[in-house]
């Protein structure tokens, strides 16, 4: 009798996967014969919208910033972490999008892993259906990592959108893939200093 069952249920279990596809990008379409059209029925992202588009490198560097400075070039969209012995590691970033573009020099003033996330007002302002807090996570906006740029509202943080780097698309904040992210959170340290230019 388990046979048979078992039996059953693989010819069924067959016969609703037959008509099923994965397309290119990572979508499950399912046949349904009623319409003669594929639905999707399940949608991940593929692998290529996961990596950044723009690869960490260890470069030679012989700018005038010091040993242990983060240098944000946000016309560039690349960040640099200066090494000294005239190195630099250079990481691929998103930026603030036109009018919310910003330059200075500040310090770090604090670190958080997996942070949560509260939009200033004048975001939610903008956006209405923005949470009021969200937790920390993989879906959080901030990322696997967050450092707090003196005392403004902005951060150098990870993203749950790495198709984004290399693109001006945030409200002000520098972000980085969450990998990238993580790899500058572990050279830097509280005090760190951070010069943003254009």
């Not at 594929?38 to 470069?59: A, G, Q, T, Y």
């Not at 951060?155 to 002000?172: C, D, K, L, N, Y």
Request: proline content about 8%; overall charge positive; hydrophobic content about 35%.
């Amino acid at each position: 009798m388990r046979k048979t069952i078992s039996l059953i249920s693989g010819v069924l279990i067959a016969s609703l996967f037959a008509g099923a596809a994965l397309a290119e990008d990572g979508t499950v379409r399912f046949y349904d014969p009623s319409t003669g059209k594929f639905e999707v029925i399940k949608k991940s992202p593929s692998k290529r919208l996961m990596e950044s588009p723009v690869k960490r490198e260890l470069i030679s560097y012989d700018g005038p910033h010091r040993k242990g400075t983060i240098v944000v070039n946000t016309t560039e969209r690349r960040l640099y972490y200066v090494l000294g012995d005239g190195k630099a590691l250079k990481y691929g970033i998103g930026v603030g999008r036109p009018g919310f573009t910003w330059s200075g020099t500040h310090h770090i003033t604090r670190k958080a892993e997996w942070p949560g996330w509260t939009p200033p007002p004048a975001m939610r302002k903008r956006q209405p259906d923005l949470p009021y807090h969200m937790p920390g996570g993989p879906d959080n906006p901030l990322g696997s990592r967050a450092m707090y740029i003196g005392s403004t509202i902005y951060r150098i943080h990870g993203t749950a959108e790495p198709w984004t780097i290399g693109q001006a698309v945030s409200s002000g904040c520098i972000r980085m893939t969450n990998d990238d992210v993580a790899d500058l959170y572990e050279h830097v340290g509280v005090g760190t200093k951070v010069v943003v230019v254009r």
